[in-house]
């Protein structure tokens, strides 16, 4: 194992193209990999390369696995001089659109991102390290990272507005012990600065706003094309009476006003999806909200939780958006909890990740698999 090679997972992004250009010039042994996903880009956003882009703005948003990403880091690897592997990653992603389909099919809203870390950003790229001999691999998310005795601490990044720590719940402890994570302490003004000055072609490249596997940022149209939208039925507020059908469930989530397919005087949200049923019932915004909820397959990161302990002063994020609200935990189990909220928290989703966090240090995380929803239990 060389002690100073670093695994580099190049997105084709300024990210981490600004965390390998860190790292080398921290004296690491830096080797760049972007993984493929097997999944083609709509026309006008394959072939948008970035290396064209004179400018900080462009006309098209990508996702992270484009033709035109995967050029665009491989022409970053080789302006830094380092190596530079594909990999073939479409059997694993394939596993993620699976998991994707099967929350919907379920009723729940999933959370692709934080899974996609778990299994393949850190699980199936900490398998390539051990088979480069690579000791670290790193990414260009926007957290921070503590090695302790305890273990290692996972800190939100400094940007506030970028903080993806968030995202990192799921990963394994033994995996972050290995992470470097070299722009949490920067601002992304910064991290743009840097690649300007590093002459990287994709310094002024859009974030990543789309789902890897959602090249058209319509996910309902991926769920049609892999089977069907799910069960027709009802649209129902909050009384019970029906205000219109729908041609599937798998259509909807939590939270959602736009799109609900009738009118009404007063803007109206999903408050519940029945996927038995096919029923999606809806209601106004002070409907949406939660009070309670319960996480399952919790996780704790770099500290010792008690199996029924209760921890006070938190801030729960449930959302990718950074932040979060003040709840309480109380653990029923190693690996679930009850969380409860200080003010009822709007459209908390099952299917999504929830995160416990002291100040800025993320405590865990795991996946929502409950959540109170007063008003619809009589309907």
């Given at each position: ?140 998310h926007y957290a921070r990272l503590k ?57 002024g490249k859009p974030d990543s706003q ?78 949406t909200g939660s009070s309670l909820a ?86």
């Open positions: 194992m060389n002690p100073k090679r670093v695994l580099v997972a190049l997105s084709g992004g300024v990210d981490s193209s600004v965390a390998a250009l860190l790292l080398q010039q921290q004296g690491y042994d830096v080797v760049g990999v972007f993984l493929r996903n097997g999944v083609e880009a709509a026309k006008n956003v394959a072939t948008a390369s970035a290396c064209s882009m004179k400018s900080k703005t462009a006309a098209h948003k990508q996702g992270c696995c484009s033709a035109a990403d995967a050029r665009d880091a491989a022409l970053v690897a080789d302006k830094l001089g380092i190596p530079f592997h594909a990999l073939d990653m479409e059997a694993e992603f394939d596993r993620i659109q699976q998991y994707f389909r099967s929350e919907y099919e379920l009723g729940r809203t999933p959370n692709p991102c934080a899974m996609c870390n778990r299994d393949i950003k850190f699980g199936a790229l900490v398998q390539f390290a051990d088979a480069m001999g690579a000791q670290y691999l790193a990414t260009g090695q302790t005795e305890s273990g290692p601490q996972l800190l939100r990044g400094l940007d506030v507005h970028k903080d993806q720590s968030y995202v990192l719940f799921p990963v394994a402890e033994s995996t972050l012990a290995r992470t470097l994570l070299p722009i949490g302490e920067l601002q992304k003004s910064e991290t743009r600065a840097l690649a300007e000055k590093a002459g990287f072609a994709v310094f789309e789902i890897c596997f959602v090249p058209g940022n319509d996910y309902r149209e991926v769920l049609r094309k892999s089977g069907g939208l799910g069960k027709a039925g009802r649209m129902v507020d909050l009384n019970g009476q029906v205000l219109a059908e729908h041609d599937g469930h798998m259509g909807f989530t939590r939270g959602q006003r736009r799109g609900l397919g009738f009118a009404s005087t007063q803007p109206m949200y999903v408050i519940d999806i029945r996927a038995d049923t096919g029923d999606v019932v809806v209601g106004p915004r002070e409907a319960e996480v399952e397959g919790f996780q704790a990161v770099g500290c010792e939780l008690s199996p029924t302990g209760v921890l006070e002063g938190l801030e729960v994020q449930y959302r990718s958006a950074p932040g979060g609200v003040s709840a309480t935990a109380t653990m029923l189990a190693p690996d679930r909890l009850r969380i409860e909220f200080a003010e009822p928290a709007e459209s908390v989703t099952p299917g999504q990740g929830l995160a416990l966090y002291q100040g800025d240090r993320l405590l865990g995380g795991g996946w929502i698999c409950w959540a109170q929803s007063a008003a619809v239990e009589h309907v």
